[in-house]
């Protein structure tokens, strides 16, 4: 490869990965409640890299703090001094700070949702969680969370009437709880507080919920799916006019930015090197997407029914099929190395081996000459 195609190569990279990154955007959420509800355990079970101990927490007001971690699109405004003393200040503070926030242009800087937190055990709802749900509702969605739950006892029914302004109130145990002779309690509740903050928050919010969370692969799956189905659109429409295979390079921007927009939507840590490795490796490097005549004939030996009798051209169909087959097989590339752990991180390399394993099976479907 010349210098000037490895700069360019470089260049549609870096290109590809802001896109991928602006698109998918931040998810900003207010979590409330008392002192020792379990606020911390709750944003560390559900969300990824240990975010409440090892995340940068920054005061943005006397009584709350913000959150976050590199690489993950996501910012929680932990709000503090809900006690009696001082709940006052606390709710007026974060009035404020939410009123200041709805005014940008940004809809990534907005507070999108908030989880006010009440601990199972306390069985009382206080005015101070009273009056700051009345507060939050005015300007955005409220989920009930009922914190370190093992046993109900109506305890939900009851947060239900004395905060009816929340949208749903959720029974979660962020962490498995073992007892003296080993009876267990396993976790339960969070793909239930995940699903219904996906449905509630902003559809542009949606990619970086879903990368942000490690509960549940469904979500991730959903979006990624989303992803390919927008990238087929627009390889068809590129092959509208016929594109001769030696000219077929451009449909591998779009389906490089493709795959860096389900990374992103998976919550990897994608970079310009991820990128490179993952593209050079099981692009130009396996089974290829639309690099010369001689590889893009081979990639429409992939997809079943196609063969070779499509003749010398890329109609929109086929450009539409290829670059489903290729997303689809990223997804399920993925899909293999965390389904066992939604929290997993594999490496650029593990899956480019893998993405190579998927792609190279679907030449085991039998071709149409």
């Not at 005015?138 to 914190?147: H, L």
């Not at 590889?295 to 030996?301: P, S, W």
């Not at 489903?324 to 997993?344: M, N, Q, W």
Request: net charge neutral; charged share 20%; proline share 4%.
């Amino acid at each position: 490869m010349s210098v000037k195609l490895e700069n360019d190569f470089a260049e549609l990279l870096k290109q590809k990965l802001e896109e991928a990154l602006n698109q998918r955007g931040k998810v900003n959420i207010v979590v409330a409640g008392k002192t020792g509800v379990g606020k911390s355990t709750l944003v560390n079970a559900v969300f990824q890299g240990n975010l409440a101990e090892t995340g940068d927490g920054r005061p943005v007001t006397k009584t709350t703090r913000e959150i976050n971690k590199e690489g993950i699109p996501l910012s929680i405004f932990d709000t503090r001094g809900l006690e009696v003393s001082e709940y006052h200040n606390t709710v007026h503070d974060l009035e404020k700070l939410i009123q200041d926030k709805k005014k940008s242009k940004d809809p990534n800087q907005h507070i999108h949702i908030a989880w006010v937190c009440v601990m199972e055990g306390s069985r009382r709802v206080e005015d101070a969680e009273i009056k700051l749900v009345e507060m939050l509702d005015k300007y955005i969605p409220v989920v009930g969370v009922i914190t370190k739950s093992m046993s109900d006892s109506g305890f939900r029914h009851t947060v239900q009437e004395l905060l009816p302004q929340t949208r749903n109130v959720v029974r979660v145990l962020a962490k498995e709880t073992v007892f003296d002779g080993g009876y267990t309690i396993p976790a339960m509740g969070l793909d239930n507080l995940v699903e219904l903050t996906m449905t509630l928050v902003p559809e542009t919010q949606r990619d970086a919920l879903a990368a942000a969370q490690k509960v549940s692969l469904n979500h991730k799956l959903q979006r990624a799916h989303t992803v390919v189905g927008g990238a087929a659109i627009t390889a068809g429409g590129a092959g509208a006019v016929p594109l001769p295979f030696s000219d077929a390079l451009a449909i591998i921007p779009i389906q490089i930015s493709m795959l860096a927009s389900i990374s992103a939507v998976w919550g990897l840590p994608i970079s310009t090197a991820f990128l490179g490795t993952l593209v050079s490796g099981a692009i130009t490097g396996s089974a290829g997407t639309l690099v010369g005549r001689a590889t893009a004939g081979a990639l429409l030996k992939l997809i079943p029914g196609i063969g070779s009798t499509a003749g010398g051209a890329i109609s929109a169909g086929v450009a539409s099929t290829l670059t489903i087959a290729f997303g689809e097989a990223y997804i399920t590339a993925l899909y293999v190395l965390t389904k066992d752990d939604p929290s997993r991180i594999p490496t650029a390399e593990e899956i480019r081996d893998e993405f190579m394993r998927q792609l190279k099976s679907l030449k085991k479907e039998p071709a149409v000459d």
